[in-house]
């Protein structure tokens, strides 16, 4: 049974960094592209970052990009996302999520690509 398991969230002031990482288990996922989405209050989820697992290509939304830092541990099966330079628009849910195979940085940014997804992690920012 695949597993994705978010942690890192909390509260933090405009300016500051948390670290989110996702622990994924029950199966191999060397042949899967992991995602972060985020949803705000009264707000549709939306693409964060992606990085496919083997060969660690990496995509942002324009939003996010020079701020955040998507990585993988291989060994440990962990992705983590470093958020620096925080702004209270960046606060909301953060889900991870898992796509079989590598389908083009289009299809990494479209939620009904992922077969997998966690349970979510809150990040507030405080202004």
């Not at 985020?38 to 970052?49: C, D, I, S, W």
């Not at 440990?76 to 330079?85: A, D, P, Y």
């Not at 195979?101 to 940014?109: A, E, F, I, L």
Request: glycine share 12%.
């Amino acid at each position: 049974q695949v597993q994705l398991v978010e942690s890192g969230g909390g509260l933090v002031q405009a300016g500051g960094s948390l670290r989110l990482s996702c622990a994924a288990s029950g199966r191999t996922f060397s042949s899967y592209t992991m995602g972060w989405f985020r949803q705000a209050p009264g707000k549709e989820r939306e693409f964060v970052a992606a990085i496919t697992w083997s060969s660690g290509n990496i995509y942002y939304a324009d939003s996010v990009k020079g701020r955040f830092t998507i990585s993988r541990a291989y060994a440990k099966n962990t992705v983590h996302l470093q958020m620096n330079s925080l702004k209270p628009e960046d606060t909301a849910v953060y889900y991870c999520a898992a796509q079989s195979g590598y389908s083009g940085s289009y299809y990494y940014t479209v939620l009904s690509r992922y077969d997998y997804w966690g349970q979510g992690t809150l990040v507030t920012v405080s202004s």
